[in-house]
């Protein structure tokens, strides 16, 4: 089969195309197929050699896979070759998703939502998995309740828009001004342009000084230092970025505050949650890039690009789907 084998850690030319071997699956696991993967932030950190201790080289990276199951190890019993899936590989531990097949576990696979092309759906496995653990499992956000999403026109935050709204919620985002109309596509409320006001002041003009209930941070810097300005009382952070910048906790305990800093859990509950939203009609990924598995390594320069003029996600047609559906 075709692999992109990382191997060496640095730029994006740290990749090569080869041929290796088909893995078989063995007790509790399923050989996919895969039709798509995506390219996600922790892809390019994986590369640049951000955890060297958690990936031993060459290695196949990777966090996303939508496909087609045509064979099961023993003892499977949820799934037949030819049942459509789609899930996170298990995160440090084995091969990733940038390969033309992938083995993983029967747990943490699911049955890929009828109303997504795989292209869509490898476009939503992490990054809904992550929103999913930020807002639902970790924030406990509620109806009624208010959130502020930074970044609401990333990978990440896009979703979280939609998730949030579907929970009930009031959602303020940050975005580019170029951004706002897919933003608000997306569901936001109020839309805060971060080029040209501060969101501290944003916010606690919006909310008449009350700030919000959540803050969900994927930016990173001192975006989480300064969430305790924007947050009421009993407010939840949320944050799925490194935490090594000083963090502003005099403040946080006066608002009684409490921080989760998520690393998603691979499972199949959180993707059965996110396909029963998909075909509610209440949540569905926007594919703002297409690349060829062999085209991986622009796709980590672009996605890596302050500006890069993207909405939403980067896929990767794998397999059948070689010859990309497009490129913006």
Known sequence: MKALILKSFGGPESFELCDVPKPAPQAGQVLVQAQA??????????????????????????????????????????????????????????????AEYHVAAESIVARKPAGLSHLEAASLTLVGGTAWEALVVRAGL?????????????????????????????????????????????GADEV?????????????????????????????????????????????????????????????????ASYHFVFTRQNRGKLDELRALVERGQLRPHVGAVYSLADIPQAHARLESPNNGLQGKIAIAVGSLAAPAFTA
Do not use: C
């Open 37 to 98: 993967t995506s390219i996600n932030p922790l892809d390019y950190q994986v590369r640049r050699g951000d955890y060297p201790d958690l990936v031993p080289l060459p290695a196949i990276t990777g966090h996303d896979v939508s496909g087609i199951v045509e064979a099961i190890g023993p003892g499977v019993t949820a799934f037949s070759p030819g049942d459509e899936v789609w899930y996170t590989p298990q995160i440090f531990d084995g091969p990733g998703s940038y």
């Open 142 to 186: 509620r109806v009624g309740e208010s959130i502020l999403i930074h970044g609401g026109a990333g990978g990440v935050g896009h979703v979280a828009i939609q998730l949030a709204k579907a929970i009930g919620a009031k959602v303020y985002t940050t975005a580019r001004e170029a951004n706002f109309e897919f933003v608000r596509r997306m």
């Open 192 to 256: 805060i342009d971060y080029e040209k006001e501060d969101y501290v002041d944003a916010i606690t003009r919006l909310t008449d000084g009350q700030g919000v209930d959540v803050v969900f941070d994927t930016i990173g810097g001192s975006t989480l230092a300064r969430s305790p300005d924007v947050l009421a009382q009993l407010g939840r952070v949320v944050s799925i970025v490194d935490i090594a910048q000083p963090q502003n906790l005099i403040q946080a305990w006066g608002k009684n």
